[in-house]
């Protein structure tokens, strides 16, 4: 089968990308593990998706907003804690905005959400249940091979599978993968004591938690654990883990219950080396799987959607190929620069926040109380955060 476009990935970031082209005429093949049936109805995962203004503004352009507004949760402030301290670096709008630093929403709402737009589109297919084995590069359309020995083409092909992608590997591209050697375990929890809308990203002793608050008296909470510390807690039964929860948090929410499944993710960093290749592009996790402690993955991945169809738009326009080499280099050009360097203090950050050597806790707290008092670092995240709407360029 021909397509003008494939698509691999039926994540959030492939199914925004298809909806972003929907109106461009083309036929856009998505592939996808999953069956048809999981993609209708994605489930529970634990994870909350923190947009940023500019991202919440991508998704009403897609016709998303008043299906998504009963689930957005606002977030009014964040704060971020260092061990036992009291003392915390503030994160918040401008005095003069009455504008939230942001907005949280679980993600299987926006896989529902774009799917119910998707699946009414006729120029698009789901190639669902399906596993690539092989991809051909050719002068004028590459084509990918399934594990069941089915073939499909288009002159362009964009990965959006996850930071481990296999169309990344099949097509050379490395990637440098960092390790944090924990994992997270994300769940929601009713507690006591009203948690005002604002976030907690705290770099405890032996743990990392962050507090994201949902409606009501509700909270998604991350915790970042040694392995074998993280497995414990999955298999606790639901009154001790609430208990244990309880005593984690230091009683901060009160009296806790869980209200949701346990969901567990190994924390691993992800910077692809290139994001282009012959009539090939990485988008999302695939490009760029970030440390989720700056909440900047699907904002991200957003962002490689709008900077993809902003290309494969002009290149329609013109008359030119979609898979033009000249507008994957621009897209790469583009995104390398809006990722690498929130990437690598990203992880400097979350490096030096989960070490708990003696020189290590005192730089913590040096590097807290330093970022307090600089108005530049703080502008400089409170505007990725507040941006409502900016030219991409």
């Known amino acids: ?50 947009l ?29 804690v260092n061990g ?17 630093l942001g907005f949280l929403i679980p993600n299987a709402v926006i896989r529902q959400a774009l799917w119910d737009a998707l699946s009414v589109c006729n120029n698009i297919t789901f190639l669902d249940g399906r596993a690539l084995a092989h991809i051909d590069t050719a002068a004028d359309r590459n084509r990918v091979r399934c594990r069941g020995g089915e073939e499909f083409s288009a002159p362009l092909i964009i990965a959006a599978d996850n930071r481990f992608s296999e169309s990344r590997r099949l097509m050379g591209i490395g990637a440098s993968m960092h390790d944090f050697g924990r994992s997270m375990m994300v769940c ?36 970042t654990l040694p392995g074998h510390e993280h497995d414990q807690l999955l298999a606790m039964d639901e009154e001790s883990f609430a208990r ?18 346990r969901c567990g993710y190994p924390l691993v960093g992800v910077y692809a080396h290139r994001f ?12 760029v799987g970030m440390h989720p402690v700056t909440a900047h993955g699907f904002n991200f991945g957003l962002l ?60 913590r707290k040096l590097a807290l109380r330093a970022s307090n008092h600089l108005p530049f670092f703080k ?3 409170l505007g990725r955060l507040l941006t409502h709407r900016r030219q991409v360029d």
């Open 1 to 50: 089968m021909n397509f003008d476009l494939l698509i691999v990935g039926a994540g959030p970031v492939g199914l925004s990308l298809a909806l972003g082209l929907r109106d461009h005429g083309l036929k856009i093949g998505i592939i996808e593990r999953q069956s048809l049936a999981e993609i209708a109805k994605p489930k529970f995962d634990g994870r909350e998706i923190a």
């Open 84 to 100: 036992s301290s009291p003392y915390h670096l503030d994160f918040e709008p401008p005095a003069s905005s009455s504008d939230p």
């Open 379 to 381: 502008q400089q995240v």
């Open 304 to 363: 490689s959607q709008e900077f993809l169809v902003r290309e494969i738009s002009e290149a329609l326009k013109k008359n030119q190929d979609i898979g033009n080499p000249q507008g994957l280099d621009r897209y790469q050009r583009s995104h390398r620069l809006a990722t690498l360097p929130v990437f690598l203090a990203t992880n400097a950050v979350a490096t030096l926040f989960t070490d708990d050597r003696t020189p290590a806790k005192l730089a």
């Open 276 to 287: 282009v290749g012959h009539r090939f592009a990485l988008a999302g996790d695939a490009a």
């Open 244 to 261: 244990e929860i309880e005593r984690r948090l230091k009683h901060r929410c009160g009296r806790m219950k869980l209200i949701s499944e």
């Open 188 to 223: 929601r929890m009713e507690h006591e004591i009203p948690h005002q809308h604002i976030a907690l990203e705290w770099f405890d002793y032996g743990q990392t938690v962050a507090l994201l608050p949902c409606n009501g008296n509700v909270v998604s909470v991350v915790l």
């Open 52 to 80: 940023t203004h500019h991202s919440l503004a991508i998704l009403n352009d897609f016709g998303l907003g008043a299906v998504l507004e009963p689930e957005i949760a606002m977030l009014a402030k964040a704060h971020v």
